[in-house]
Each structure stands twice: as C-alpha cells, then as structure tokens.
C-alpha cells in the first residue's frame, strides 16, 4: 500500500445527470468540506443541484468536468427528463472515474446511480456498474455486497430470474462468494477472524431433503470448497452453514454472524432493506480499488425538486473513505 494513499482523494463518477445524482452529490460536497473529493461530472449541473439542495456551491477544485465530445449535454440535461444527451453523459463521467482508479489517481470510486435504460442506449453492454467495472479491471471473481450498520450480505447471484436461480446457481458460485466475502471482512473491514455464514435455498435449509436438494448438492460442496480455499492461504475466517433462511438474517444482525452469502437477489435484499433502507451501501468486491455505492436508482420524480434523501450516499461515501484509507 503506498505511503501517499490516504492524500489521494475518492472519486466520484456524477452518475444519470438527470436523476439525483447531482444533488446527492453537491450535497455531499457541502457536508464534507475537508474530505478528499473528486467529481467526474459537470460543473454547471452540480451548481445547479446545490441550489435545489440549499447548499452551497462546490469548490471547483474538487469537480472534473467532462463530458462525451461528439454529444454535447449544454441545455439539454433537464432534471427528472433523462435523453440520450443525460444517457452519454453518464457514460463519460462513468469512463473518466473508471480511468483515474485504474490510473491511481484516485484511491477509491463512489458511483452515484445510473439509469440502465438509458444507458444501454449508449451501446453500454452491462447490467450494471458491478459488471463494467469487472471487465473494465480483468476481475473475473467478483460479488456484490450489500452493507449496513447491522447486516452485510453478499449475492451468490444476482438478477437472475428466480425460476432459473436452482438451474443456474453452482458449488462454484456460493464458494466465490464466501471466499470473496472473508477476505473484504478482514482486509477492508479490520474484522480478525470472519464469521461467514451461508443461507440454503428452500425453506428451513431443505430439512433433510423434504423440500429440495439444493441444500445438499449445491450450497454443502460450495461451503466445503470456500472453506478449503481459505484453509489453504491460512486465512482467518469460518465458514457455515446452510442455514435456515428465515433465521439466519436475525442471527446476523444480532451479531452472530459478520456476513451472510444470499444464494439469490431478493433472498439477500428485502432483509437489507427493511433494517437499512436510507443507509445500506452497495460494495463491489473483488476489483482492485474501492467501490460503493448507494442501494438506490434515479428517482427521477425527485430530481431538482431538492427533496432527495442524500443518506444512502453520504453512506457509501463515508464507507469509500475509511476502506480505502490506510491502515
């Protein structure tokens, strides 16, 4: 870790120019006045959010503007009114942050949230930012963690149709996820020895096989695999399960876990969302910097109206922060 990254700032990419992102963002910048920042996006737009925000104007030392060269966006971005001007926008402020992280430049990346409708209009191949950030990186082993004061998850899918996730999910997928999950909980969390439990798919973990298999053929060779993974690099974590799924949630946010592998989207989601709606932090694990980001879209029915909730961001910004801060 070199001695000059806690002076680097965390970027952050302005995401849909026509959502909240800009008065998240501007906000942001006003509340945390002394922390190492650094916009992609547009100058004018986030003077623009700060005055829906009624917050002050931010410092144009801490905002690179950039912006697509053979679209121009000047005029053409209106709030809640995303176009193809706000979809090519996103990319470009997307692609600079991409760039400065893989560069160094910045320690860390928040992503502000996109519109993947919009965006695919760009010839954007991706799901998401999960994905075009793995391949923008060569990271093949990543998962999506889910963050907050009492829970963190991490998916063994993702967006996946639940019909299809018994087909689709493999040994493989669960042990990536458990391996992936104890290495962010020691290495970027301060965690000593990583408490990993992992959930079954049918309910109370498929009871011996009355109502499923899965348990026994996919999710107990998955655990096995991630616990040899990590017995051989002498890791200090523990790895458990398969777990009831109706209990092993209240289980961790109580404490006696310090992650959960989820096996599909909503299984993992719906128990983040209810304990940490405005704070859950979307994380990115696996690529070679920081990643977060908040847990929710573009809202575009709130954009300029200055009524945005900036909690979940200010979440994932703080988070950024102390991960990518040397230890």
Known sequence: MSADRGQRPVGISLGDPAGIGPEIVAHALA????A?????????????????MRVPLPDRSRIRTIGPSDHPTDGRIRPGQPNLASAFAQMAYLEGATAAALSGEIRALCTAPISKSW???????????TEFLAARTA??????????P???????????????VPARLTPEDVARAAVLAAHALVDQFGIGRARVAVAGLNPHAGESGRFGDEET?????????ARARLSATGWPAVVT????????FRAAALGEFDAVVALYHDQGLIPVKLLHF????NITLGLPFVRTSPDHGTAYALAGTGRANPASFLAALDLALRLSHPR
């Not at 509340?31 to 002394?34: K, V, W």
């Not at 916009?39 to 829906?52: E, H």
């Not at 405005?278 to 932090?281: F, N, S």
């Open 217 to 225: 053929r996919i999710v107990a060779p998955g655990i096995a695999l």
């Open 278 to 281: 405005d704070e859950a932090v």
């Open 36 to 52: 190492p920042l650094l916009v992609f996006g547009d100058a004018a737009i986030l003077d623009a959010a700060a005055s829906a």
């Open 119 to 129: 965006i695919a209009r760009t010839g954007f191949a991706f799901p998401g930012h």
């Open 150 to 164: 009492r829970l963190r998850i991490v998916l063994a899918t993702t967006h996946l149709a639940l019909r299809d």
């Open 139 to 148: 990271t093949t082993d990543f998962a999506m963690m889910l963050a907050g």
């Open 31 to 34: 509340t945390r006045p002394d």
């Open 241 to 248: 399960g398969p777990y009831p799924p109706d209990a092993v």
